[in-house]
């Protein structure tokens, strides 16, 4: 892994709430009949790393990115196993940690189908066996014993990017030494329930790239205070929007598929495709930003995205097609296209 590393010449840092992704499906060998209860069983299709910054850190990886992800985890089967998982994705793991003290999410989604016979999914939340609760919160920022400014001072290396979801103080911190060392942010927002929205607008204003979903944020008139950034709103099967240094909403259509199997994890494709158009093409700096290679970005990563909707799994198109053609050695040429 380090050996490979060593050859890419674009580098992520990023972190947040990370989760370990059960997938299941539902048949019914019976048949079913709407509105009766049909007799069921399920199979799992797939276990590993998900949520959001989980799956961007891994689809760079796989991209040909230097990807070093920060988790802090515990030392459960399912914590362990996500520490395997950055590897296998090509991810460097030397800021990964499995401690008894450590915690682990996991998620489970299970695809079946509702009372009327539609295709839908139930999601359910839980911590490992023997886990405590994640802890997002891998650095302190306040106090002598801070851990954050050690975390730095031991950094041998900026990356291009650093990428980040969540409201936690340190990793905002982090972001905030980032942009003064030059380095681009690119601060994802998740949901915005049970907190207060005054944290999202000090993250937002410490990074250069923000993005959000229209159904996690609706009322954008807060985007006329930031000026000096990319704001984009995802817009489900609408396309998607953004906003370049306060100049103006420009909408993008939607790249349509008459596939769909499985819409999770879209919009963390969207996400880390459109970093790794920017940085293919060279643009990892805020001034060198236009409306027309912004656009061109975002619908190749909405193609991306769309194609990945076409199977089972947030990182479905990595495990399922060989043939998907994301060879490293297509995306780590920094050259101006």
Known sequence: IYEMNKKKTLSVLGTGSFAFDTIVKREYPDGFIPGKRNGFVEKVVMEEIGSNPGNVMCILGYLGWHSCPIALFDDSAQGVQMTKDFLRYGCDTRFVNNIPDGGTNCLKVIHCLDEEGRPTRKFSKRHAPGSGFPRDKAFTVKGNDATLPLFIKSLDFLPDVYFYEGVTAAWRELGKYMREKGVLVYYEVQSTRGNDFSKFMKCMKESDIVKFSDETIQNVDFVDELKDKLI??????????????????????????????????????????????????????????????????????????????????????????????????????????
């Open 232 to 337: 984009i709103q995802t817009l489900g099967s609408k396309g998607v929007r953004f906003n370049l240094r306060g100049e103006g909403w420009i909408e993008l259509p939607p790249v349509l598929n008459e596939n769909v199997v499985d819409t999770e994890g879209c919009g963390d494709w969207t996400t880390a495709t459109l970093i790794n158009a920017l940085g293919k093409r060279g643009l990892l700096k805020p001034t060198d930003f236009t409306a027309e290679l912004i656009s061109e970005c975002l619908m190749e990563a909405q193609g991306y995205a769309s194609r990945n909707a076409s199977f089972l799994g947030t990182k479905g198109a990595i495990a399922v097609d060989e043939s998907f053609n994301l060879q490293p050695s297509d995306y780590v040429n920094t050259d101006n296209q």
